[in-house]
C-alpha cells in the first residue's frame, strides 16, 4: 500500500494537462521511470504529432491482453495549488488522481505482482483527454488480434467496472447569407441568424430518447456587428449515442439538413468521433471479473453504463473484448471534489492482477 500511494503522489505531483505538450513530455519521462522500476524495462516511445505515448510489450509473438492507460489529464498547470495533493481519513486529493493516475498505477502494480508476464502490452497515451487525436491509430492497432483490452480508468459509482459506453459524434454547421445594412435595407440581405434559429431546432429534432440518443447543439456565433445582418454564423453539436446504428442514423440526418432561408447556404462538417462501446463487448470479460472478485474474497462486482467515452470505445470500436472502468474506486472525475479511496487499492491491484493472469492462461492450461 506504501508503495502505491508513493507512485500515485509522484505522478499526481507532475501535472500534465493534455494540452500543454511541455508538461506532458515531462510526465511521460516520469511515468517511463515509474514504468521501468516496476517492470525492469524501459518503454518504447511512440511520438505521433509531437506526443509522446509509451508502450512496454512483454514477451515474443502476439499479445493477447492490452491495458490502456493514460497520464494527461483535463487539469491545468497551477491545479496543484488550489487542489493540493493529500490522503485525509482514507481519502486521496489531487489533480487527476481518480482519473487516472491511479488506475496507471495500479496496472503497473499488477503486472509487477504477474512477475512481468508475457503477452501483455501496456499503452499509456498522453492525449487522452483531447479525444485521442494522435493516439487513436495506436491504440486501434494495438488493439488489433487480443483478446481483451482492459481500460484502467476510473470507475463508475461505488466502484462500478463500465461495462457501456455512448459513442460520440461531432459537428459543426455553418451558415452563410449575405450582410446587409439592418436599418437601411435589411431586405437585400441573407441573415445568416435566422437561417441557424432554424438548424438549431431541427437537430435538435433529431434527438431520440427513447433510444438513449442525445443530439446537442452547442456553442453558437453568428454575425459581427448589432446593425447588420449576419452573413455567416455556426454551431456546434455534441451527439451521443448507445449504438452504431444510432450513430449513423444521426449522420444520415446531419447529412441531409437543408436551408431554411431563401439563398442561405450550409455547410455541415464533422462526423463519427469514438463508437459506442456497448454491453456485448464487455459482457464476458465482466463475468469473469465478477467470478475472480468473488475468488478474491471482494465485494460483488456492479457495472454501469455511462455516457462518457474512453479509449475504450475505440478498442471495442475494432471488435476487440473491453472492460473498462477497472482503475480506482472514488469519484469527482475532472471536478473539484476528484478522489480516491485508498483502501479500495489493494483489492483493486488484486483484481487486475488475477484478470490478466486468467486471460493469460485462457486455453493454455
Ligand atoms: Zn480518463
Not at 502476439?62 to 493529500?86: C, F, K, M
Not at 457501456?164 to 440581405?189: C, I, T
Request: glycine share 10%.
Amino acid at each position: 500500500m506504501d508503495a502505491i500511494l508513493a507512485d500515485i503522489e509522484q505522478l499526481v505531483r507532475c501535472e500534465s494537462p493534455s494540452a500543454v505538450l511541455e508538461s506532458v513530455k515531462r510526465s511521460a519521462d516520469l511515468v517511463a521511470a515509474v514504468g521501468r522500476h516496476h517492470l525492469g524495462a524501459d518503454p518504447e516511445v511512440l511520438v505521433v504529432d509531437e506526443y509522446p505515448h509509451l508502450r512496454w510489450r512483454f514477451g515474443p509473438g502476439q499479445p493477447r491482453v492490452l491495458i490502456l492507460a493514460h497520464h494527461d489529464t483535463v487539469w491545468p498547470l497551477g491545479s496543484l495549488e488550489t487542489h493540493p495533493y493529500n490522503v485525509t481519513d482514507g481519502v486521496l486529493r489531487g489533480p487527476g488522481c481518480f482519473d487516472m493516475k491511479a488506475g496507471l498505477v495500479l496496472a503497473l502494480h499488477a503486472l509487477a505482482v504477474l512477475g512481468v508476464p508475457d503477452g501483455v502490452t501496456l499503452l499509456v497515451t498522453g492525449d487522452e483527454e483531447l479525444g485521442s487525436p494522435s493516439s487513436r491509430a495506436l491504440i486501434e492497432a494495438e488493439a488489433a488480434g487480443c483478446r481483451a483490452a482492459l481500460v484502467l480508468e476510473a470507475s463508475a459509482d461505488g466502484g462500478a467496472l463500465k461495462t457501456a459506453r455512448k459513442g460520440v459524434s461531432l459537428y459543426q454547421v455553418r451558415a452563410v447569407g449575405r450582410a446587409a445594412h439592418a436599418g437601411l435595407e435589411p431586405e437585400r440581405g441573407v441573415n445568416a441568424t435566422v437561417e441557424l434559429a432554424h438548424q438549431v431546432l431541427a437537430v435538435a429534432a433529431v434527438s431520440d430518447p427513447s433510444l438513449g440518443t442525445t443530439v446537442t447543439p452547442t456553442a453558437l456565433s453568428s454575425g459581427t456587428v448589432a446593425n447588420t445582418v449576419p452573413a455567416a454564423g455556426a454551431f456546434s453539436v455534441d451527439v451521443r449515442m448507445w449504438s452504431v446504428a444510432e450513430q449513423a442514423r444521426v449522420h444520415a440526418a446531419m447529412s441531409s439538413l437543408l436551408p431554411a432561408v431563401p439563398d442561405a447556404v450550409l455547410e455541415i462538417s464533422g462526423g463519427p468521433n469514438r463508437p459506442p462501446l456497448p454491453s456485448s463487448s464487455s459482457a464476458a470479460l465482466f463475468a469473469r471479473a465478477s467470478s475472480l472478485a468473488a475468488e478474491l474474497g471482494l465485494p460483488p462486482l456492479q457495472s454501469a453504463a455511462v455516457g462518457g467515452a474512453s479509449d475504450g470505445n475505440f478498442t471495442a470500436g475494432v471488435g476487440i473484448p473491453t472492460l473498462d472502468g477497472l482503475g480506482a474506486v472514488g469519484g469527482g472525475a475532472h471536478a473539484d471534489h476528484e478522489h480516491v479511496l485508498i483502501g479500495a487499492l489493494p483489492g483493486r491491484a488484486a483484481l487486475i492482477a488475477a484478470l490478466i493472469d486468467d486471460l493469460l492462461t485462457e486455453g493454455t492450461a
